[in-house]
């Protein structure tokens, strides 16, 4: 019998099918409406009206603020827990590690509902605003995310580098700001980046607690669904052009931390 046996080009090929059906060319007809006008004209002011309505500008900022919110909430309560379930008392303890994964096996919306009865329960007891309510929800779900790099980033930071501090008489808080959130830097990005970017355009968590379509997720939804593909592609532009910029720039930051982290440890 005759042995077949595949190149890697061979094997790239379903990959690169794939990758062009539904990632090039969906793309492209995007950017066909966004820089075209209803006549099929190349034209840009479809821009220079998103960016003269007041409107959607706002939006742009309202969502731009639920995504930093939300971020910074998920370092605060993530970096603590990777850091004592990679370094502290519950080191290397995968049964706690899987304690915070285990909530994204369940269903999305199944979950948001669940903490949005909980929620309701503690409103009887004190009058949270619907807006610090959909913060706890997207804290809620995106929390996995951060701390998950965070635990990957952490755990393989040399032990003996954080002896090696206290060995030179370095107290334990100097030898966390000097050794282990330097070399975490890499871990922060990467959570930042899985966490700020789907949390600014998921509006599914505003739709079921606060009742508002008051982000970008929804304004380009309304868009589509009225038939207005122009603005829709365009506000996808924007969107996707910042979430370009800020995987750029995560990028680079994450290389030279980690250059940088190399050569403190050596020195």
């Known amino acids: 019998m005759k042995k077949y046996s595949f190149s890697r080009k061979q094997m790239v090929i379903p990959y690169s099918v794939f990758l062009v059906l539904f990632v090039v060319l969906p793309l492209i007809v995007v950017l066909y409406y966004a820089f075209t006008n209803g006549d099929g004209q190349f034209s840009v002011y479809n821009f220079v009206r998103f960016f003269q309505n007041s409107k959607a500008i706002g ?125 975490s830097i890499p871990g922060i990005i990467s959570g930042v980046s899985m966490v700020f970017l789907p949390s600014m355009t998921n509006y599914v968590v505003l739709d079921m607690v606060y009742n508002s379509t008051y982000i970008m997720g929804s304004l380009i939804g309304s868009y589509f669904s009225s038939y207005d593909w122009h603005n829709g592609a365009v506000i996808s532009i924007i969107l996707l052009g910042i979430i370009l910029g800020i995987t750029v720039i995560s990028a680079k930051f994450t290389g030279q931390d980690k250059e940088e982290g190399q050569g403190g440890a050596l020195l």
């Open 59 to 183: 939006t742009l900022f309202y969502s731009l603020l639920i995504a930093l919110l939300t971020t910074l909430v998920c370092l605060l309560l993530a970096y603590p827990a990777a850091y004592f379930m990679a370094k502290g008392v519950f080191q290397k303890n995968h049964t706690f590690l899987m304690l915070f994964v285990l909530p994204m096996w369940i269903n999305f919306t199944l979950r948001i509902t669940a903490m949005k009865e909980i929620l309701s329960v503690i409103e009887g007891n004190l009058a949270l605003h619907p807006f610090m309510n959909t913060i706890i929800c997207m804290v809620y779900d995106f929390l996995p995310f951060m701390i998950l790099p965070l635990y990957n980033t952490i755990v393989r930071i040399d032990n003996s580098l954080i002896e090696a501090a206290y060995d030179l008489g370095a107290a334990k808080i100097q030898t966390f700001f000097r050794i282990v959130l330097p070399l």
